[in-house]
């Protein structure tokens, strides 16, 4: 049983970090054992992320995207995760919260103001085949409920692919957008499910093309998990992921 | 004109009654259920917040059954002649905190009113920081019944899944476990074995918002029970795997906490809760299935709903018949005509064309080619008040649109009576067996203590004998024509 009370969502985050005070992350999965957390002191975002390099980096053995450009958290005013409605969305990420926002490719440490936040982008890599919003948030003392993320990655393609799809899984409502193009769209109340939902068939141009997705979640693990498939369905390996 | 509109109402109720399907009966509001257990001759299952029910006869459920300590969502296992209970300490949820504790205790007998109902200290068996990708609440127990080790899987959305080995004597962690993570995205998981797959089950979708839960449960499996458990398509559990085995239906929306209750061989039941009984203020309620298997993965069967059937033999595909003269429909051969004529639709048989043509008393049954004719056609209702089973009421069985009801009688074979009276004879037991077929049981024969079932004893000829799942004889299908 797991409640997700609207009502105390905003108390939620208050409770939460108090009940953090001394503890830290020593260790989380990168195989199948978890060692049992110590303390919090700490509070970093690693081992969940690295820092992104400018190495030659492909997709995982299963072709999930590990290396993305992800913009601290934009508070938001969320009820209820019931709220992830197609339409809602539509709203959430139509909104303009910074300049150039669907075309931006920003650098590291690059910085947005979105009302009175200032945020950064952060160039990293997840360890794990899915991306943990949740403890990046986390990790950097920003709010970790009722929140708006954005993240964008570069793949190079070493050939026009035609019969792409973009699959996609996330915790929390989001969007994706392939070059530019709405491609999938992720509403409702969800867990992320590898390959949840997928976009319909999509070209891949030879060289670059940007992935961008912003995913908005109330009370929960906020995270997501992005790859391309061919059209037998088959994962796409052969790409390189860089961030410019 | 008021004519019309009787029949209408009565065409309306027709329908309405095909497509109930009924809940346990009593009082079966549970959140959260434990596995259903037998102790003592009676069922039990446990709840969130120290509820529990009980039920003399699987069938009418009411409060009950006692358990300390509160917390959430319990398992309850039996192992030897003690009952091992788990639960979570806590379970606030994701806008809790996340410092879980998984208690276990032992009971002699789950029957309060029994000498020997008492529990052990509670003991922690597994434990989450708050911090780290786990919650430790919802538990479920499995004991292996290849090696007899004794294991508990535990977790919720709050990141993984866990399994941790416990003492099958003591009930305490194996000194020196440590914790496996084997699913994410989650909870309410349950662990069972079959045929040499561990199968994980879980409940994924929202939890606790009454008709607007989204609760469903799924499964992955391992050869194994440390996994890595994969759905039907090849996804692991740990990147959110797994495959559907209820879903919301009849009115009952959000199925969440699977448990398993082997009853014997080819007759199991899963059970759950719902979280919104619209035929009860949408309350949460207990729900049991029966549970079939199909290409190796669990799915939860429909319980039967009040309708008109034909009663199939899976031995030879003939179906279930009164015993009477065929009669002949108008026309004969209707080939070599000629293909100019107009043709129109001819009625089918019915009831009152060959009616007065059966005897009045007690008529035989036999089993034939379905031809779709009256003395083919049975309608299968629940009988109110007359108890039940695990997961099931006692039905009646008539002949669409009459009163003359299929009874045992004291030589052990299938008759019709004329009239239904309720007696016990006349009351049949259903259940649908893991293959999807379905096992009809007298629940009495006159003058006898055995449990016999409906039975093929030839191509057309039923009998009531001693059920053998292995055998097509003793396995029936209820079709909808």
């Known amino acids: 049983m797991y409640i997700k009370r609207n009502a105390l969502l905003l108390a939620a985050g208050c409770v939460i970090f108090a009940a953090l005070r001394s503890q830290a992350q020593s260790a989380i999965s990168g195989g199948r054992v978890d060692k049992i957390t110590d303390n919090d002191t700490l509070r970093t975002i690693t081992p969940f992320f690295i820092p992104a390099t400018t190495s030659k980096k492909n997709p995982n053995s299963e072709g999930f995207i590990q290396r993305w450009l992800l913009l601290e958290p934009i508070n938001k005013s969320i009820r209820s995760n019931l709220v992830f409605t197609n339409s809602y969305l539509k709203t959430q990420f139509d909104t303009a919260y910074f300049p150039n926002q669907f075309t931006v490719i920003p650098k590291d440490r690059d910085k947005v103001k979105v009302g009175e936040q200032e945020l950064a982008w952060h160039a990293l890599e997840s360890p794990t085949f899915n991306v943990k919003l949740f403890r990046l948030a986390y990790g950097l003392k920003k709010h970790t409920y009722a929140v708006l993320f954005w993240a964008v990655t570069v793949v190079n393609s070493p050939r026009e692919i035609r019969n792409v799809r973009l699959a996609v899984g996330s915790n929390g409502g989001s969007t994706w957008w392939l070059n530019g193009k709405e491609t999938v769209i992720l509403d409702g109340d969800r867990r992320m499910v590898m390959d949840d939902c997928v976009s319909t068939r999509l070209m891949l141009n030879k060289g670059k093309n940007i992935i961008r997705g912003a995913l908005i979640n109330g009370p929960g693990l906020s995270d997501f998990c992005v790859r391309l498939l061919n059209e037998k369905g088959e994962p796409i390996k052969d790409l390189t992921v860089s961030l410019q | 004109m008021k004519l019309i509109v009787k029949i209408s109402t009565i065409t309306l109720f027709s329908i309405w009654l095909a497509g109930t399907a009924i809940a346990q009966v009593g009082k079966p509001f549970i959140h959260d259920p434990s596995t259903i257990v037998e102790s003592d001759g009676k069922y039990f299952t446990f709840g969130t917040g120290g509820s529990g029910l009980m039920s003399e006869d699987g069938w009418t459920w009411n409060g009950g059954a006692v358990r300390p300590g509160g917390g959430a969502a319990p398992d309850v296992l039996k192992i030897g002649d003690r009952y091992l209970v788990v639960y979570g300490?806590?379970?606030?949820?994701?806008?809790?905190?996340?410092?879980?504790?998984?208690?276990?205790?032992?009971?002699?007998?789950?029957?309060?009113?029994?000498?020997?109902?008492?529990?052990?200290?509670?003991?922690?068996?597994?434990?989450?920081?708050?911090?780290?990708?786990?919650?430790?609440?919802?538990?479920?127990?499995?004991?292996?019944?290849?090696?007899?080790?004794?294991?508990?899987?535990?977790?919720?959305?709050?990141?993984?899944?866990?399994?941790?080995?416990?003492?099958?004597?003591?009930?305490?962690?194996?000194?020196?476990?440590?914790?496996?993570?084997?699913?994410?995205?989650?909870?309410?998981?349950?662990?069972?074995?079959?045929?040499?797959?561990y199968y994980l089950l879980g409940t994924h979708g929202t939890c606790c918002d009454g008709p607007n839960s989204t609760y469903n449960i799924v499964v992955g499996r391992?050869?194994?029970?440390?996994?890595?458990?994969?759905?039907?398509?090849?996804?692991?559990?740990?990147?959110?795997?797994?495959?559907?085995?209820?879903?919301?239906?009849?009115?009952?929306?959000?199925?969440?906490?699977?448990?398993?209750?082997?009853?014997?061989?080819?007759?199991?039941?899963?059970?759950?809760?719902?979280?919104?009984?619209?035929?009860?203020?949408?309350?949460?309620?207990?729900?049991?299935?029966?549970?079939?298997?199909?290409?190796?993965?669990?799915?939860?069967?429909?319980?039967?709903?009040?309708?008109?059937?034909?009663?199939?033999?899976?031995?030879?595909?003939?179906?279930?018949?009164?015993?009477?003269?065929?009669?002949?429909?108008?026309?004969?051969?209707?080939?070599?005509?000629?293909?100019?004529?107009?043709?129109?639709?001819?009625?089918?048989?019915?009831?009152?064309?060959?009616?007065?043509?059966?005897?009045?008393?007690?008529?035989?049954?036999?089993?034939?080619?379905?031809?779709?004719?009256?003395?083919?056609?049975?309608?299968?209702?629940?009988?109110?008040?007359?108890?039940?089973?695990?997961?099931?009421?006692?039905?009646?069985?008539?002949?669409?649109?009459?009163?003359?009801?299929?009874?045992?009688?004291?030589?052990?074979?299938?008759?019709?009576?004329?009239?239904?009276?309720?007696?016990?004879?006349?009351?049949?037991?259903?259940?649908?067996?893991?293959?999807?077929?379905?096992?009809?049981?007298?629940?009495?024969?006159?003058?006898?203590?055995?449990?016999?079932?409906?039975?093929?004893?030839?191509?057309?000829?039923?009998?009531?004998?001693?059920?053998?799942?292995?055998?097509?004889?003793?396995?029936?299908?209820?079709?909808?024509?």
């Open chain 2, 89 to 197: 300490a806590t379970g606030g949820g994701l806008a809790g905190g996340h410092n879980g504790k998984i208690l276990a205790m032992w009971n002699k007998t789950l029957d309060p009113k029994s000498p020997d109902f008492k529990y052990s200290e509670a003991v922690v068996v597994a434990s989450s920081d708050g911090i780290e990708d786990n919650d430790s609440i919802d538990p479920g127990l499995l004991l292996d019944p290849t090696d007899g080790r004794l294991w508990l899987s535990y977790g919720t959305y709050w990141g993984y899944i866990r399994l941790v080995e416990l003492n099958p004597k003591t009930g305490k962690r194996v000194e020196g476990n440590k914790p496996l993570n084997i699913a994410i995205d989650c909870e309410a998981t349950d662990l069972i074995y079959r045929d040499g797959w």
């Open chain 2, 222 to 481: 391992s050869r194994k029970v440390t996994g890595p458990y994969f759905d039907n398509i090849g996804r692991e559990m740990l990147k959110g795997g797994g495959k559907l085995v209820v879903a919301a239906g009849d009115r009952l929306i959000g199925p969440g906490h699977f448990g398993r209750t082997v009853l014997e061989d080819g007759v199991e039941k899963m059970s759950c809760h719902y979280e919104a009984d619209l035929d009860q203020s949408a309350r949460s309620v207990l729900g049991i299935h029966p549970l079939l298997w199909k290409n190796g993965w669990p799915v939860a069967g429909d319980n039967l709903k009040e309708g008109t059937y034909e009663i199939e033999s899976e031995r030879r595909g003939y179906a279930l018949q009164l015993g009477v003269d065929f009669t002949r429909m108008p026309g004969g051969m209707r080939f070599n005509r000629n293909n100019d004529e107009p043709v129109k639709p001819v009625p089918s048989q019915a009831l009152a064309d060959v009616v007065k043509t059966w005897p009045t008393g007690n008529i035989g049954v036999n089993l034939s080619d379905y031809m779709f004719r009256p003395h083919q056609k049975w309608t299968i209702s629940p009988v109110a008040g007359a108890g039940g089973y695990l997961g099931g009421p006692y039905y009646k069985i008539v002949i669409t649109g009459t009163g003359r009801a299929l009874a045992a009688t004291q030589d052990a074979e299938p008759i019709t009576v004329p009239t239904f009276t309720g007696a016990p004879e006349q009351l049949w037991r259903i259940d649908q067996l893991t293959d999807g077929t379905y096992r009809i049981m007298p629940k009495e024969v006159p003058n006898s203590k055995e449990h016999l079932a409906l039975v093929s004893s030839g191509d057309s000829t039923p009998t009531l004998a001693t059920f053998d799942m292995n055998s097509d004889n003793s396995k029936w299908n209820l079709r909808v024509h």
